[in-house]
């Protein structure tokens, strides 16, 4: 079992580009969840999957952030401008069934000067 | 609206001090799940352990215990003789059954509590 995989682990970018973080889910896993970690806020929901659905994306922060899910092994964040404010660690995770323990990647490290 | 509240937001202990991290929640929900993680230096979060609502036992694993208590709707974590590989950001949260919103399945963190474990 390799784990939930995120890719890239450090992105530095200017603002204004477009950035797409990726994410394997662990096989089998039927949640797939995007979490941001700041100083500020901590961690905070973006959107999470059931089955490659969204079921909930109201942590979006705003119309630049979109995620995808094309099948049950991918999925991706894309920020489309990219802004200063957005410089976080993004986390993906997964987890087997509603309610049971998610599943960490290591994280994404997100720049943007 | 669920909440998580851990209102220590740095520890620092010397090492083989018991050392005890608070966590309350709020929730308007009978059924739920609370969890403890840990995020050591090097940032990755790992978990340490589930709870559902129905279960108020205590539980025990090494130098770990937790505390649940619905009364007072907290759950707090314990660390026996603490060492310096405890050194971590500790952060509880919790969950709701799915039934009750769209977000039930996801985790609500609390801020976390930083913990400095000196030798």
Same mark, same amino acid.
């Given at each position: 079992?390799?784990?939930?995989?995120?890719?890239?682990?450090?992105?530095?970018?200017?603002?204004?580009?477009?950035?797409?973080?990726?994410?394997?889910?662990?096989?089998?896993?039927?949640?797939?969840?995007?979490?941001?970690?700041?100083?500020?806020?901590?961690?905070?929901?973006?959107?999470?999957?059931?089955?490659?659905?969204?079921?909930?994306?109201?942590?979006?922060?705003?119309?630049?952030?979109?995620?995808?899910?094309?099948?049950?092994?991918?999925?991706?964040?894309?920020?489309?401008?990219?802004?200063?404010?957005?410089?976080?660690?993004?986390?993906?995770?997964?987890?087997?069934?509603?309610?049971?323990?998610?599943?960490?990647?290591?994280?994404?490290?997100?720049?943007?000067? | 609206?669920?909440?998580?509240?851990?209102?220590?937001?740095?520890?620092?202990?010397?090492?083989?001090?018991?050392?005890?991290?608070?966590?309350?929640?709020?929730?308007?929900?009978?059924?739920?799940?609370?969890?403890?993680?840990?995020?050591?230096?090097?940032?990755?979060?790992?978990?340490?352990?589930?709870?559902?609502?129905?279960?108020?036992?205590?539980?025990?694993?090494?130098? *770990?215990?937790? /505390? #649940?208590? $619905?009364? =007072? !709707?907290?759950?707090?974590?314990?660390?026996?003789?603490?060492?310096?590989?405890?050194?971590?950001?500790?952060?509880?949260?919790?969950?709701?059954?799915?039934?009750?919103?769209?977000?039930? *399945?996801?985790? /609500? #963190?609390? $801020?976390? =509590? !930083?913990?400095?474990?000196?030798?």
């Amino acid at each position: 079992d390799a784990g939930v995989i995120q890719s890239p682990r450090h992105e530095v970018t200017e603002m204004g580009q477009e950035v797409t973080l990726r994410c394997k889910p662990i096989s089998g896993h039927d949640y797939l969840f995007w979490y941001r970690q700041t100083m500020m806020r901590g961690l905070e929901l973006l959107i999470y999957f059931n089955n490659n659905v969204p079921i909930d994306d109201s942590g979006m922060p705003e119309d630049r952030f979109s995620a995808k899910m094309p099948n049950a092994s991918f999925s991706t964040l894309k920020i489309q401008p990219s802004e200063p404010r957005d410089s976080a660690v993004y986390f993906c995770a997964s987890s087997f069934v509603g309610n049971s323990p998610l599943h960490f990647g290591n994280g994404t490290r997100l720049t943007v000067t | 609206a669920q909440k998580v509240t851990q209102a220590q937001t740095e520890i620092s202990v010397v090492e083989k001090e018991d050392v005890t991290l608070d966590c309350v929640y709020e929730t308007r929900d009978t059924t739920y799940y609370l969890f403890w993680y840990k995020q050591p230096p090097s940032g990755e979060l790992v978990f340490l352990i589930r709870r559902n609502s129905f279960d108020e036992q205590n539980e025990i694993s090494g130098r *770990y215990s937790w /505390n #649940f208590q $619905k009364s =007072t !709707s907290s759950f707090n974590f314990t660390i026996t003789a603490s060492q310096v590989v405890d050194s971590a950001v500790y952060f509880c949260a919790l969950s709701e059954a799915a039934s009750n919103s769209n977000s039930g *399945y996801a985790l /609500n #963190f609390g $801020k976390g =509590t !930083s913990l400095l474990v000196t030798p």
